[in-house]
């Protein structure tokens, strides 16, 4: 995961927030289970809910990792 640029935007209007890996957006990702989902598919096996919460790799904006609502 290392060599992997990973953004997570802000939450939209919905409560989406938008996944970039590598410059590609995968999608709207509603809550942890979901970004985990959209990661596992990007090529990141094995990644789990409690990885991406810890993850320094990932570049959370507008909030945290468990700010799903929007501002």
């Known amino acids: 995961m290392a060599d992997r640029v990973i953004v997570v935007y802000p939450p939209d209007a919905a409560?989406?927030?938008?996944?970039?890996?590598?410059?590609?957006?995968?999608?709207?990702?509603?809550?942890?289970?979901?970004?985990t989902e959209y990661l596992r598919r990007a090529g990141l096996d094995g990644i789990g809910?409690?990885?991406?919460?810890?993850?320094?790799?990932?570049?959370?904006?507008g909030g945290a990792p468990e700010n799903w609502n929007p501002a």
């Open 15 to 35: 409560g989406g927030r938008r996944v970039r890996v590598d410059g590609t957006i995968l999608g709207r990702a509603r809550d942890l289970r979901a970004l």
């Open 49 to 61: 809910d409690l990885d991406v919460v810890r993850s320094t790799l990932i570049e959370w904006r």
